[in-house]
């Protein structure tokens, strides 16, 4: 492999990397913006979402992928309201703090629950492994070509829905004030229910993406969790967009970063540009908007 | 009628109070820090499964002395801190004078020096890391040590006639450990180590770490990786087109990474402690094992963990069931003692004295040995 295309491929890498990431913290930042809590089972819808396709494609389904994709959404969408209803809805005036535990406790339970109908064990939906193809020297596989096409299409499909619909207008402005979004007679229940069920769906998007690309494991959703939760940050919390950026920031530095230090330390990067974008607008946790 | 009925309902109760009191029907505890969730519980349930088999095999003999021995399955969700948690669970609630250690060598380790304070036994069937068991006096392992099997993969890759080679390992104390102990001889034997990639454990996405390996097109890469990472990496490499020749140490050796990975750990070739298969001991083990769970595919460590089993109720046996007893005892009990893994004596570090390394490949989906 030449010099150029080694590079062009680590880019790739990022960018593939980051469409995941991005994917997973504009779930996580939707439902900060109108409901103000981070919601730590987030992680557990990635996982279900990637589970519940799973199901579908099993016996006694069977359903071939593109049959199977739909019902699992609309699961992973209705595990998002089942979450709020049963945890989130009774507590919704809560502190932080609560909101916090409570999705902690709920993401063990979901994570115990996914490992008692599944098992522990890595699980594959049984494609078979094909090289990738070559395009301009890069490597690209199905899966990978349907990372970047599906992530684009889901950014063009929230842009739209938040710009461009009254239902996106009414979850923006229940975002940027509550009491004064239901005062002007805004719809505060539906537009809560509309964000966990969109949340609900990229991060079962995002998590079915990953497992095409990679296995299926109950830990999936967690161990990703923590970088989207850092894009989120870098973006500047309940900033859409800024969750795009911040999710492909972080894919393409950690990549990036690679080739110049020991990948050991993977991760450090990760954390270490979420650190210094936080020194440098503090606001960005003191809960401003950065937009 | 009814004053006779509740008489010998009471005689009755009193009897099957009374029971439990003669003390050598009661059965004798071994606790187990098991990876049962997390990233590791594919191994975990492996092991289970043999240990459990090797219990009923004994139990089904009259047990030790007439006492039946109950193993106490403790979660240790394959991280350190849990580890740690199931350990001392099973030493201050439980109060089991022996206990089988978590699997992945950074988890034992941790749990080490809790059993040696508490002066409880612990024992591994499958660490390998250099300096397992030096925690202290009541840690033995079962499992031979990768002092022993640096050299071997560094004398593998010199056969086969590489002499520079790019080396990944994961980032913990087996990775670690092996890797120096292969970097060492391999330099010694007059190879060049190219690059040394360390990556994290519980990853998905590799592919940037393979594409530094690859750099330069090597023609072989030394991977010392598990079961899941090493599948998304042969995986992630064959998609990326990457063409070398995989090396490896033991820990990958599983059907479950050829079943993963499928074609992409096609000619996968890495290095593993051999159990010679044609013994009584290692065919009556298999037979066994199919007995009860239906298929031949025994899991990876199992065998290991089932000679633990026995290994550890001939020390019950011989020291009885304090844990100073079963420590003072294991050194005599294992010695010369042929399990389905050959020989179990202890050398100083009470580590196994022998053993017989071989070397392993990914063949037409079957993980078979290797013929030059």
């Keep these: 492999m030449d010099s150029i295309s080694y590079y062009l491929q680590t880019v790739l890498n990022g960018i593939l990397a980051g469409c995941i990431y991005a994917l997973f913290a504009m779930g996580l930042t939707l439902i900060y913006g109108v409901l103000n809590f981070v919601n730590f089972a987030h992680g557990e819808l990635i996982m279900w979402g990637a589970y519940f396709l799973f199901l579908f494609m099993a016996e006694p389904f069977g359903l071939p992928l593109y049959l199977a994709v739909l019902p699992a959404l609309v699961l992973t969408g209705g595990l998002g309201l089942v979450m709020d209803y049963s945890v989130f809805r009774p507590i919704r005036r809560a502190n932080r703090l609560t909101l916090l535990i409570a999705a902690m406790g709920l993401s063990v339970f979901l994570r115990n629950a996914a490992q008692f109908f599944w098992g522990a064990e890595v699980r594959t939906y049984g494609f078979e492994v094909m090289p990738g193809t070559q395009f301009l020297g890069l490597y690209l596989t199905t899966p990978q070509f349907a990372i970047i096409g599906v992530t684009v299409l889901c950014v063009v499909g929230v842009y739209l829905l938040f710009f461009k619909s009254r239902l996106g207008k009414s979850m923006r402005a229940l975002s940027d004030n509550l009491d004064l979004a239901r005062i002007s007679g805004i719809d505060t229940k539906r537009s809560i229910l509309a964000a966990w069920v969109i949340s609900a769906v990229l991060a079962g998007i995002g998590g079915i993406l990953l497992a095409l690309d990679t296995n299926l494991h109950p830990e999936m959703g967690i161990a990703n969790l923590i970088k989207a939760f850092a894009a989120t940050l870098i973006g500047g919390v309940g900033n859409l967009w800024g969750a795009l950026l911040g999710g492909l920031l972080i894919g393409l530095a950690e990549n990036i970063g690679v080739l110049f230090i020991s990948p050991g330390y993977k991760d450090g990067i990760a954390f270490v540009i979420m650190v210094l974008i936080l020194l440098a607008r503090p606001y960005v946790i003191l809960g401003e908007r950065s937009d | 009628m009814k004053k006779l009925a509740l008489s010998v309902a009471v005689v009755a109760l009193f009897a099957f109070l009374a029971v439990p009191t003669a003390r050598a029907a009661e059965p004798i505890k071994i606790g187990a ?296 005892a294991l050194p005599a009990a294992a010695k010369g003692f042929r399990g389905v893994t050959g020989d179990k004596t202890f050398d100083n570090e009470r580590s196994p004295k022998f053993a017989e390394y071989g070397i392993w490949i990914v063949k037409d989906g079957k993980i078979e040995d290797y013929k030059k």
């Design chain 2, 33 to 328: 820090a098991f990876a049962l969730s997390g990233s590791i519980a594919v191994y975990g349930e492996g092991f289970k499964k043999c240990i459990d088999l090797a219990v009923e095999e004994i139990n089904a003999k009259g047990g030790i002395k007439g006492r039946k021995i109950e193993i106490v399955y403790e979660d240790n969700k394959s991280n350190p801190k849990d580890c740690v948690t199931a350990v001392r669970k099973l030493i201050t609630v439980d109060k089991v004078p022996v206990i089988f250690g978590p699997a992945g060598s950074s988890n034992f380790m941790a749990t080490a020096p809790v059993a040696q304070e508490n002066k409880v036994v612990l024992l591994s069937a499958q660490g390998a890391a250099v300096g397992l068991t030096k925690a202290g006096d009541f840690i033995f392992r079962v499992f031979p040590s990768d002092t022993l099997q640096g050299p071997h993969l560094a004398k593998l890759a010199i056969g086969m006639g590489y002499k520079k080679v790019p080396v990944m390992y994961v980032n913990n104390d087996w990775g670690l450990g092996l890797k120096n102990a292969f970097v060492d001889a391999y330099k010694k034997a007059g190879g060049t180590v190219t690059d040394i990639i360390a990556y994290d454990e519980k990853k998905t996405d590799y592919r940037t770490e393979l594409l530094r390996a690859s750099k330069g097109a090597p023609p072989a890469i030394v991977n010392l990786t598990y079961i899941n990472e090493g599948a998304i990496q042969f995986k992630q490499a064959f998609e990326m087109g990457i063409k070398t020749q995989w090396l490896c140490g033991s820990a990958a050796r599983a059907p479950k990474m050829v079943e993963l990975a499928g074609k992409a750990a096609e000619g996968v070739i890495g290095t593993y402690p051999s159990v010679p298969q044609n013994t009584k001991q290692y065919q009556a083990f298999k037979a066994a094992y199919k007995k009860k769970y239906g298929d031949d595919k025994i899991p990876i460590f199992g065998d290991y963990n089932y000679d633990m089993v026995y290994v550890t109720s001939k020390a019950i046996e011989r020291g009885g069931t304090t844990a100073d007893g079963i420590r003072k």
